[in-house]
């Protein structure tokens, strides 16, 4: 990542004072087609997006599909090449991020060592030349609302990962921002702390009612967090909705895939309910296609039921199954085709079983330029997957 880099950015984000801005539209955030270019490279293309106020909002997509060079853009940090940013209608194209009433967390805080943590969360209220009775009575409810209570005096270089970004975040908010913008900000941290912060970060987005814009290419996190989310890649928004929308009805291959494990096949829209894939035609309740119009299907793992052989709609092998606490992970091969399948009943490796799926889970796609990119299991394992994450110091 860049942010950091960049400290003559970071100390700027501190000075606006009580933004002059109006509160009376919904949409607190609108890009509109907005375009960047790096060294002849595209790496947004034409980007619309409105984000509501109050909403916690977060851009996901792999390294590379341009959610932190949007970030960046609508804290002031890069200017865009085309199109226009709008907050509350006014346009900010060119105005500075001292200006704007936005603040950001960085993935590595970006804390000042040689302050202690008062100091460090006071920072923007003493630069703005507030009273000294607002500032302690400012960070006194800063820190009791990210839970620092009784840690003013405690220096940033003794505090753990989450504690430190726990700072960040008041430091960021004292100002009260209209928008807060976090750049993977747990990166950093444990996977348990992790998962504890999350929870904190939308209790605190609901308890200052500020609005969010979240970047990260963790898809559970988003899922968890986000009253929307924004699918991107290849510098392009893919989808834009619900947690729940994005799961259960991604729009291509792409979404489908990359938010959370999914079986994805090639198909016949035979006609409105009907649809054809793996050698045999299946009801589903989807509609509006053309006439044995090709699609893509998908199939996620823990919506294909396991019957015994004569019930089963598809037949295959088992070729492996991982236990995974609560449920196992089976690996089945059908007509060469590996699904993924998960299941609370252990089938032992090279067992023969049927496969059952009901109508309400399979979901037809549209092809798209995606088909053909993302299917079966033949090559599947925990450390390929882990190993095609991001790390933290891997560039946007």
């Known amino acids: 990542m860049v942010i950091e880099s960049r400290n003559t950015c970071f100390f700027a984000i501190f000075l606006f004072e009580r933004s002059p801005f109006s509160k009376e539209m919904e949409n607190i955030i609108e890009l509109k087609g907005v375009s960047k270019f790096f060294d002849g490279e595209c790496i947004l293309d034409g980007i619309d997006l409105s984000i509501r106020d109050k909403e916690f909002v ?42 704007r009433p936005v603040n950001t967390v960085f993935q590595k ?19 703005a030349g507030a009273p000294k009775d607002e500032i302690v009575r400012s960070v006194t409810e800063m820190l009791a609302l990210v839970k620092l209570k009784g840690f003013e005096r405690r220096t940033v270089t003794s505090l753990s ?33 992790r998962k504890d912060m999350q929870n904190e970060l939308k209790k605190i987005q609901r308890q200052t009612g500020i609005t969010f814009i979240y970047v990260t290419h963790d898809q559970e996190e988003a899922l968890s967090m986000s009253d929307t989310v924004v699918v991107m890649a290849n510098g392009k928004i893919q ?20 938010i959370g ?19 045999r035609l299946f009801d589903c309740v989807d509609s509006g296609f053309a006439p044995n119009e090709p699609v893509d299907i998908v199939v996620r793992p823990e919506d ?34 590996k699904w993924m399948l998960e299941t609370s009943d252990y089938e032992a490796p090279e067992t023969r079983i049927g496969l059952k799926i009901e109508p309400e889970a399979i979901h037809v796609m549209k092809k798209s330029e995606f088909s053909g990119q993302f299917g079966d299991y033949s090559s599947f394992s925990d450390e390929m997957d882990h190993m095609s994450d ?7």
């Open 109 to 127: 805080y970006a804390l000042f060592p040689h302050l202690n943590v008062f100091e460090n969360v006071a920072f923007g209220l003493r630069l």
């Open 239 to 258: 989808q834009i909705g619900s947690p729940v929308d994005i799961y259960n009805e991604p729009e291509n291959a792409f979404v489908a895939d990359f």
């Open 390 to 396: 991001p790390t933290e110091e891997e560039a946007e």
């Open 261 to 279: 494990e999914s079986n994805i096949l090639d198909g016949i829209m035979v006609s409105d309910g009907k649809v054809k894939f793996s050698g």
């Open 161 to 193: 990962g989450g504690q430190q970004q726990r700072v960040a975040i008041a430091r960021a908010l004292i100002n009260h921002p209209r928008v807060l913008l976090l750049d993977e900000p747990l990166g950093a941290l444990d996977l348990k702390l």
């Open 304 to 337: 294909v039921d396991v019957v015994k052989l004569d019930d089963g709609m598809l037949t295959g092998t088992v070729s492996s199954v991982t236990f995974k606490g609560d449920y196992y992970e089976i690996i089945v091969d059908v007509g060469g085709f």
């Open 58 to 99: 977060t851009l996901l997509g792999p390294s590379g599909c341009g959610k932190t060079t949007t970030l960046r853009i609508i804290g002031g940090f890069e200017t865009p090449d085309r199109g226009e940013l709008f907050i509350d209608g006014q346009s900010v194209k060119n105005t500075p991020p001292n200006q």
